[in-house]
């Protein structure tokens, strides 16, 4: 972006002048993951920016997401291998027990680290960096506390907050989200988990795990976002023996004598607490969409172009968990990162997305990846299966419950996507991720090596059932000759 010597004058200058008098190159509102990642990529560009942010600095992720959620979980999976200590001959694992708050309190520890080295990478904008509340006035300005801001282009990343009905405000603090479960510093003995999606599944588990009661309720068929019935049977086989779960109708909240009554068709269930795990919404509540002057959809939002950000033909992007597109801090990175790029650059880049890859973080790993069978044509694809219930590596571990699922097009042999539950199916998950994002066939995949004992070759299992589906490709391929079908060798 070419500019004068007037156009580079300091910043501070600029916002004490005001926006009218010297407007500026972009205005990001919100400074979570697409905030940053767009603040980084328009300070390569520019030094006329302003990055504005309501409320406390520093993303989803690190603040009530992905970092707290992965220390609960860890926490409950080193509890619950006193499980299998016994088959491995290690004896006394009933005198172990869970102190409740000390978990919770390292939780926040840590937390509260991961929280702070997110908010230091904020440190270097300096007076780059507005608190409030900003509001459009018009696509090319933003109002924050009374004052208006002018800019050639805005980034809005403003986020998402978790979904909670209005009619469960009546119970107070016994109702949590992921923004307040991390600050209790002790849960009750009966918690009710109402959304069975990637963080019901995830939280569900967890505490049950580490003692508590846990009943989970989802109005969807299946759980965590799967979309293969074999695939969701076998998860949902796993998780029964851990909690009890209901699904295939919404929950309904009452008040009653001993708790939160919760009912889901026949189904009925008293609580202490009820974690809301429904969702997150994009947090667009007083934002003012409607000064774009573009019609927004039934649920509020604008046309977005995945593959820039922008809304519609306006010097608008809108990136990160505020589109509700995925809301995933890969994605929200790669997301703020376009459209800081279209924002401050001189031209409206396109940009290839990756390969979707979604990950539940229970035990076995859920994982989907690439085209979820749902979006299939059945007739037009073929499909490869393992089982790790012999798998050998698996029997070892006492981890042997999973199932993979992988999917091909049916002319060109070529890897189109998976779904599984597996153990440490997320290592398995990045493997077949990268082979849909460089295009390989099955034959392909087949022909990379495969170590033993290794969890990965249930991977190769499963190409082996669809590579007997296609045409051979030569009179030799090592990796996809047949086992020897034996779990000690296989």
Request: proline content about 5%; aromatic content about 4%; overall charge neutral.
């Amino acid at each position: 972006m070419n500019q004068t010597p007037e156009d580079r004058r300091p910043l501070a200058q600029s916002r004490r002048q005001g926006a009218a008098d010297t407007p500026l190159d972009v205005i990001i509102l919100g400074a979570g993951t697409a905030g940053l990642a767009a603040a980084r990529e328009v300070r390569k560009r520019t030094e006329r920016f302003v990055l504005i942010n309501d409320g406390p600095w520093g993303t989803t992720c690190a603040r009530v997401g992905c970092m707290p959620s992965k220390l609960l979980i860890e926490a409950a999976n080193a509890f619950h291998r006193r499980h299998s200590f016994d088959a491995f001959g290690i004896r006394g694992a009933d005198a172990l027990k869970v102190d409740l708050p000390a978990v919770l309190h390292r939780v926040r520890a840590l937390r509260d680290q991961f929280v702070d080295a997110t908010v230091r990478s904020t440190d270097g904008f300096g007076e780059h960096c507005i608190a409030g509340r900003g509001r459009l006035v018009a696509p090319d300005r933003v109002e924050v506390d009374g004052r208006r801001y002018q800019a050639r282009r805005i980034v809005l990343a403003t986020g998402s907050r978790p979904v909670v009905p209005a009619a469960w405000q009546s119970f107070g603090d016994r109702i949590l989200t992921t923004d307040t479960l991390f600050e209790q510093h002790t849960l009750a003995p009966r918690i009710g988990i109402v959304g069975l999606g990637p963080i019901g599944i995830e939280l569900a588990q967890a505490l049950a795990r580490l003692g508590l009661s846990v009943v989970g309720f989802g109005s969807s068929r299946t759980l965590a976002g799967i979309t293969d019935e074999a695939v969701d049977a076998m998860l949902r086989e796993a998780l029964q023996q851990e909690f009890a779960l209901h699904t295939g109708s919404s929950a309904e909240l009452s008040e009653g004598r001993q708790g939160i009554e919760i009912r889901n068709g026949k189904v009925h269930a008293v609580v202490d607490q009820v974690i809301a795990a429904l969702g997150r919404r994009p947090d667009l509540a007083g934002l003012g969409l409607e000064a774009l002057g573009i019609p927004l959809d039934a649920r509020g939002m604008p046309p977005v172009d995945p593959a820039t950000m922008r809304i519609g033909d306006l010097p608008v992007f809108l990136a990160g968990d505020a589109n509700g597109r995925a809301a995933l801090l890969h994605e929200a990175a790669d997301e703020g990162h376009i459209a800081g790029i279209n924002a401050a650059g001189p031209d409206i880049r396109c940009f290839r997305r990756r390969t979707p890859l979604a990950i539940v973080f229970c035990e076995p790993n859920v994982a989907i990846i690439g085209k979820r069978w749902s979006q299939l044509d059945a007739s037009r694809t073929r499909t490869g299966e393992a089982s790790f219930a012999r798998q050998g590596r698996a029997r070892v571990a006492q981890r042997n419950h999973g199932l993979l699922r992988v999917y091909a097009d049916a002319a060109s042999a070529r890897l189109l996507g998976a779904e599984l539950v597996a153990p440490a199916g997320e290592h398995l998950a990045h493997l077949i991720a990268l082979a849909i994002e460089r295009e390989l066939t099955v034959h392909e995949l087949l022909r990379t090596p495969f170590y033993h004992p290794v969890l990965e070759e249930g991977l190769r299992t499963a190409l082996r059932t669809l590579a007997a589906q296609f045409p051979a490709t030569g009179d030799s391929d090592l990796a996809a000759c047949e086992g020897f079908r034996s779990e000690a060798l296989d």
